[in-house]
């Protein structure tokens, strides 16, 4: 069975094109509504008249001929100050001098005594010679350098020297050393010289307990020599005997 078909007549427009028309009539009304409101709207009483009348909105702009000259500040110039006069001091009075500055006339003998170079000189030490206050060597060490006597800073004790020491101590004995002298009235480098009795260790109990002693050094000049050698001599007394410096 065939469709069955539609046909439209010529005469009469379809649908869509007459919502068409009639959407693009509602417009042009729709404006030309909107354009009398605007008329009336203008045509209002009240309200200022602004045709044939053209807002400047540019800045008046003038020639700088015509512009007024404004007024210039005045330069004014730096005062200069007047240079101040001093007067000078006036010049100190001549002093007339009250001593006869004339020329003393001597003999040829007091011309003869005043002659420096015929005066006794001062004898000066010789080379070598030692000043008063220098130490004076007692000997030569084994290398040839000057060996002192020590000078103590501070005596040692018995209990310095007894830890060193063997346990009897012959008495009387002695024992001798010599050392450098160091900063702080210190020694170092001791060595052994001589001890008595020769078969006891005494030389060698003092030169171990040499760290402690403190020795003052030789001078020269006013001056202590550090680095010299001095010689320490220590005696072991006995009991009772006077102090005179020994041990």
């Known amino acids: 069975m065939r469709p069955a078909l ?19 009539l ?6 030309l509504l909107l354009m009398l409101m605007l008329l009336r709207i ?11 009348k053209a807002i400047e909105l540019l800045p008046n702009l003038q020639d700088d001929s015509e512009q007024e000259d404004e007024p210039q500040e005045e330069e004014v110039e730096p005062e200069v100050a007047e240079p101040v006069t001093v007067d000078e001091a006036p010049p100190p009075p001549v002093v007339e001098s009250q001593y006869d500055l004339s020329i003393v006339k001597l003999t ?8 420096i170079a015929r005066l006794p000189q001062r004898e000066r030490p010789a080379e070598g010679a030692a000043a008063p206050g220098d130490s004076v060597p007692v000997g ?3 290398n040839g350098e000057p060996i002192y006597n020590a000078e103590w800073q501070r005596e040692p004790t018995s209990a310095e020297l007894s830890y060193y020491l ?18 702080r009235f210190r020694v170092e480098n001791c060595q052994e010289l001589g001890q008595s009795p020769s078969w006891g260790r005494l030389a060698s109990g003092v030169r171990e307990a040499a760290w402690q002693f403190r020795v003052r050094p030789p001078r020269k000049g006013g001056k202590p020599i550090i680095g010299a050698w001095v010689q320490i001599r220590i005696d072991f007394v006995e009991a009772g005997a006077p102090d005179d410096g020994r041990r």
């Open 166 to 183: 063997p346990a009897s101590v012959p008495r009387p004995g002695w024992a001798l050393i010599a050392c450098q002298t160091a900063p």
């Open 42 to 52: 203008g045509a209002a009483p009240g309200l200022p008249d602004f045709s044939g």
């Open 26 to 31: 509602l417009v042009i009304a729709g404006h």
């Open 140 to 142: 030569r060490h084994a």
């Open 6 to 24: 539609t046909f439209l007549s010529p005469d009469r427009p379809p649908l869509q094109l007459r919502r068409r028309t009639l959407v693009l």
């Open 108 to 115: 040829r003998e007091e011309f003869a005594a005043s002659d």
